[in-house]
Every structure is written in C-alpha cells, then in structure tokens.
C-alpha cells in the first residue's frame, strides 16, 4: 500500500519518477540540439553498429535529470549529493566535448581524474575493506585509501563507457545496477545515497524509451562516463562504507557483467598487444552480434538477463537469505559458462568457415558481417570503432 511507505521512500519514488520525467521531456530537445551542433555519430565505415547519424547528446539530458532531481528532492549536506553535483558536472563537461570533438585518451583520463578528485574532495572514498563471511575488517591508510579509491571508480567509469556499444546496453545495465544499490543502501540506512541510486534509475529507464534498438539518440561519452561516475560514488557510499561483512562482494556482484567485459578486454588486447583503450568490436556485447549472429535485441535482452541474476543474488546476499543467493547465483555461473561456450563454439565455427558471411536476425534487423572485416581488422592490429 501507498500509505505503507516511510516519507524517506516516498522521497525515493519521487526521484525516479521526476528523473524519468525530466528525461523524458529533455531528451527530444538532446536530440535536436545535437544535429543542430554537429554533435552526432556518423557511420563511416561498415564496422560500425548502426546506419544512420545519431545525435549524441542523449547523456546531458540525464545529467540534467539526476541533478534536478537530487537538488530538489535530497538534502545538500550530504556528500554523496556534492559529489554528483561537482565530479558530476566535470566529467560530464570532458565527455562532452569528446563528443564533439574527440580528445585524446590521455586528456579524457585526466578528466576522469579531475571528477574522482571532487568526489574525493567530499570524502567519496573507500576507507576500509571488509573479509566476506569471516565479519573483520581493515583499515586503509589515508594512501592506500585514495589509490584504492581512484582505481575502483576509473574501472566502473571505463568500464560502463566500454559496454555502451548497443542499443539500450549500457543505459540497461546501469537501470538493474542503480535499482539494486537504491533497495541495498535502503536495508543499510543509507537512505540519502538510496534517494541518489533511484533518480538514477528513473533517468536511465526512461532513457531506454528513445535508446532501445532501434535507437534514436545515443548518451554518448558524456552520458556513459556520468552514468559510471554516479554508479562509483553510490556503491561506495551505499555499500562499501558500511561495516557489512559482504560489502565487497556485493557491488562486484552488481557490476559483474561490466567487470566481466572490461576484464575480458584488458586480457584479450594485452595478448594481441593492442592498447587496451582503444576502441574495439571484440566485446561481448559485439560478438554475440557479430560471431554468434544474434540480433542486436535478442543480445542485450541476453545480457540483461545476466545482469538480473547476478543483481538478484547480490539483494539477497545483502539481507542474509543465503539459499536464494546461492540459487541465483548458481544460475547466473550457469549462464556465464552458457555464455563463454557459445562464443567459443561460434568463434570455431566462424574460423572454420561454417557460419557464412552474414547471419541473418529473426526480428528483422540488418545482419552485421561475421567474418572478414572484423577478423581482418584484428588480425592486422587494427580496432574496429564502437557503434
């Protein structure tokens, strides 16, 4: 029931609808001031993920969502809330103008940088690591504090800007992982840190309406790298501070899918010695669309399905019901392994010769090549652009 519900609840459910509302409206309007500017993403070669030009400033509007709907509905003084607002606002800035006109790695790190140091500079850090099951912790020195921190929030920036190569992928991801750390924050009296995960929520859910395949507009480098930043300043301020003995494994378990990913690509670039930061259709993302030949609907439905399980098994390890923790997550090793057997036994297939030079989808989208340009291109060192 409605009147079942504590004012600080209530407050949550404002959030997410009011951030699902000003995205709703604000996007159209990304949409158009982005063909206005210039600010769109031209497929140029037959590498790319999608046919037409899409506007890429699809990320401003959530942006302007979340700190709407923070500022009116969650109190200042709080530091997770300081934190969104300043780091925020800087690393949406640096995504921006690489969206319009592509800076270099190194510049858009040190902009990373720039925005973890304003989480830092309110306190946004990991200050202890807690042993699973054992119920100890350890103290971090203030150093080992700051590197631990810095690493943490880069990877889940980096690593949510990586999967944002489908429609509706990382925006998707990021809806399963907000609502999951709102409902976690909420059981650990974190309630202002829960307020912040489910405008996030509401953002990128209402997002999904113009994002899904096939999509209209796209939250480009700006969007993906505010929705990893606020994503990092929530699970350490929701899970990671907190004196709970799984409050390690729980937002690893969150961010599985994306870890997963990130992982995956260091280890397979390291090996082909190829900067593991350079754009690429080597993800997971990708290869089930262009080694497994499904269509890009039916792989992120996949991959949210991953998400779900592993997200599920996280609520309930949180709130001690270890049975169905151990039930989901049970299913999602199953379907990890589901997973990596059917890109090892498609990319057999595509090395023998057996899977034709295009996979046609059931649900009508244009088939993507599964053969010679992509496998060209990596063996010539060469990375395909994303999208």
Known sequence: MLFDLTFSQLMAVLAFVLAAFVVYVLTPLMGALARRMG????????????????????????YLAVVITVVLVVPWGDDTVKAVLVGGTVITAVGL??????????????????AIGGALAFDVRMESV??????????????????????????????????????????????????????????????????????LAGATLAFLRFNFHPAVIFMGD?????????????????????SATVALIVPLLVLAVPFFDLFLIVLRRLWRR????????????????????????????????????????????????YIAAAVLGGLAAVATLFLVLLLVRSRRRQRN???????????????????????????????????
């Open 222 to 242: 700006a969007g993906a790298m505010f929705l990893g930043f606020v994503l990092a300043v929530i699970s350490l301020q929701g899970v990671l501070k907190t």
């Open 274 to 321: 190829v900067p593991f930061y350079r754009p690429g259709q080597d993800h997971v993302h990708h290869e089930l669309v262009l080694v497994a030949g499904f269509s890009q609907r039916k792989s992120v439905l996949l991959l949210y399905g991953w998400c779900l399980l592993l997200n599920g098994a996280a609520v309930c390890m949180s709130q001690d019901w």
């Open 353 to 387: 010769g057996l899977s034709g030079a295009a996979a046609v989808r059931l649900d009508g989208d244009t088939a993507a090549p599964t053969g010679s340009a992509t496998a060209a291109a990596e063996e010539a060192g060469d990375e395909p652009a994303d999208r």
């Open 97 to 114: 103008v690489d969206d319009y006109i592509q800076i270099r790695p190194l510049v858009k790190f040190l902009g990373q940088l720039a």
């Open 39 to 62: 600010a769109v993403s031209v497929p140029l070669d037959e590498r790319r993920m999608h046919v037409d030009a899409m506007p890429m400033l699809g990320g401003l509007g959530m």
């Open 130 to 199: 807690s042993l699973p099951f054992v119920g100890g912790q350890i103290a971090l020195p203030l150093w080992a504090s700051l590197i631990v921190t810095i690493l943490w929030m880069a990877a889940i920036i980096n690593m949510v800007n990586f999967i944002d190569g489908l429609d509706g992928l990382a925006a998707g991801v990021c809806a399963i992982s907000a609502l999951t750390f709102g409902l976690i924050a909420f059981s650990l009296y974190r309630v202002d840190t829960a307020i912040v995960s489910f405008a």
